[in-house]
């Protein structure tokens, strides 16, 4: 199997009240659990996952601690584009993302939404000591970043209208 590099994002952000908006405090919100699917499924259980957990990607993972890769909704468009119907018999890890961006827990929103703009993904695994510990998706970045701007919008009234 293809070994694969893993890449953390960095940067620095901070709401409105100067606290850090980070990836922990995303997952404290929405939680830990990360759907996985091992490199050898197939296709079609993948497809299956993807629908039954709701979601929009898969962590590869051939032990639930490591991220082998990552498998999107669009990976399996583009490859039964590509191959038909009969991709669907085939492994995981033929056409998931090997090369994996990943985010830790003290990255920033900031971070996060500059990473998935310019890498173009909307779901970054988040590794924690060498091991799988969630997942953030562009909804959960953006539902942070709203939340972030209306506690600002809040205290930019309080302040305007002396009740600061």
Not at 31 to 60: C, N
Not at 122 to 140: N, Q, Y
Request: hydrophobic residues 40%; glycine residues 10%.
């Amino acid at each position: 199997m293809t070994s694969v590099t893993c890449q953390t994002v960095r940067a620095a952000g901070a709401d409105a009240k100067g606290d850090s908006m980070d990836v922990r405090g995303i997952l404290r919100s929405k939680g830990t659990e990360v759907a996985t699917i091992a490199p050898d499924d197939t296709i079609a259980a993948a497809v299956d996952r993807l629908r039954s957990a709701g979601v929009g990607a898969l962590v590869v993972s051939s032990d639930g601690d490591r991220v082998d890769g990552i498998l999107s909704e669009r990976d399996v468009v583009r490859g039964l584009a590509d191959h038909g119907t009969s991709l669907l018999g085939d492994e995981v890890r033929q056409i998931c993302t090997q090369q994996v961006r990943t985010a830790a827990p003290d990255d920033t929103v900031d971070q996060l939404m500059a990473a998935m703009t310019t890498g173009r993904f909307r779901h970054l695994p988040v590794e924690e000591d060498g091991k799988l510990a969630g997942i953030v998706s562009i909804g959960d970045v953006v539902k942070h970043r709203v939340s972030e701007l209306e506690g600002l919008t809040a205290d930019l009234q309080s302040y305007v209208s002396g009740t600061w």
